[in-house]
């Protein structure tokens, strides 16, 4: 039963254009924005912040010069000089902007991820374990000087691999992390309802 003297039920709707439908009209936007930003997966920011690490490693440095030399020319300078790290950096061109619009429509491409991953973990880990075994390893852990912190002590010799590899082989080990979980996780929801 409506109250005549009800404020609400009386009020007149705004008039069509008018500075009061539109400001209700920008708060209904602001609302379903935030609505379907609840309800995001954690994976989608993690795995846009994947693709920022394959940019970054495609951009970054491939080949780490000796402490007091250059790179002598025609030396490996970044990923984009090869093959593989032309084809990670437009992989994560393309992943970015896949991600950054799965935020909104809350659906994700996985192939863009799963290959670029696949391919940072070929040539990062590769390139981190390459690192470990080379000469200049051996020169930076033994270059620190007698007296040094322990974390300059032991930073010393990974400080020696190229950041690039890095990067692409931290992004590419949480992709396939975000992946495995992702796998379980459905596998253990499907138990779950096969039980019932």
């Given at each position: 039963?409506s109250?005549?003297?009800?404020?609400?039920?009386?009020e007149a709707?705004?008039?069509?254009g008018s500075?009061?439908?539109?400001m209700?009209e920008?708060?209904?936007?602001r609302?379903r924005?935030v609505?379907?930003?609840s309800q995001?997966?954690?994976?989608h920011?993690?795995?846009?912040?994947?693709?920022?690490?394959?940019?970054?490693?495609?951009?970054?440095?491939w080949?780490r010069?000796?402490?007091?030399a250059?790179?002598?020319?025609?030396?490996l300078?970044?990923?984009?000089?090869?093959?593989?790290?032309?084809?990670i950096?437009a992989?994560?061109?393309?992943?970015?902007w896949?991600?950054?619009?799965?935020?909104?429509?809350?659906?994700?491409?996985v192939w863009?991820f799963?290959?670029?991953?696949?391919?940072?973990?070929?040539?990062?880990l590769g390139?981190v374990?390459?690192?470990?075994?080379?000469?200049?390893?051996?020169k930076?852990?033994d270059?620190?000087?007698?007296?040094?912190?322990?974390l300059a002590?032991?930073?010393?010799?990974?400080?020696?691999?190229?950041p690039?590899?890095?990067?692409l082989?931290?992004?590419g080990?949480?992709?396939?992390f975000?992946?495995?979980?992702?796998i379980?996780?459905?596998?253990?929801k499907s138990?779950?309802?096969?039980s019932k």
């Amino acid at each position: 039963m409506s109250d005549a003297n009800d404020p609400i039920e009386n009020e007149a709707a705004p008039a069509p254009g008018s500075a009061e439908a539109l400001m209700q009209e920008a708060e209904m936007g602001r609302r379903r924005a935030v609505a379907a930003m609840s309800q995001v997966h954690k994976e989608h920011f993690a795995l846009l912040f994947a693709h920022c690490f394959f940019l970054a490693g495609s951009l970054a440095a491939w080949n780490r010069a000796e402490p007091g030399a250059t790179a002598s020319s025609g030396a490996l300078l970044h990923g984009l000089d090869t093959i593989r790290g032309a084809a990670i950096f437009a992989l994560a061109l393309y992943g970015f902007w896949v991600s950054a619009i799965g935020l909104y429509t809350r659906r994700t491409v996985v192939w863009p991820f799963l290959l670029n991953a696949l391919l940072a973990l070929w040539v990062g880990l590769g390139g981190v374990i390459d690192g470990f075994k080379a000469e200049a390893f051996g020169k930076a852990m033994d270059s620190v000087p007698a007296g040094s912190s322990y974390l300059a002590k032991y930073l010393a010799g990974p400080g020696s691999i190229a950041p690039g590899f890095w990067m692409l082989a931290a992004a590419g080990v949480l992709v396939i992390f975000l992946i495995i979980k992702g796998i379980l996780g459905g596998a253990s929801k499907s138990k779950a309802r096969a039980s019932k």
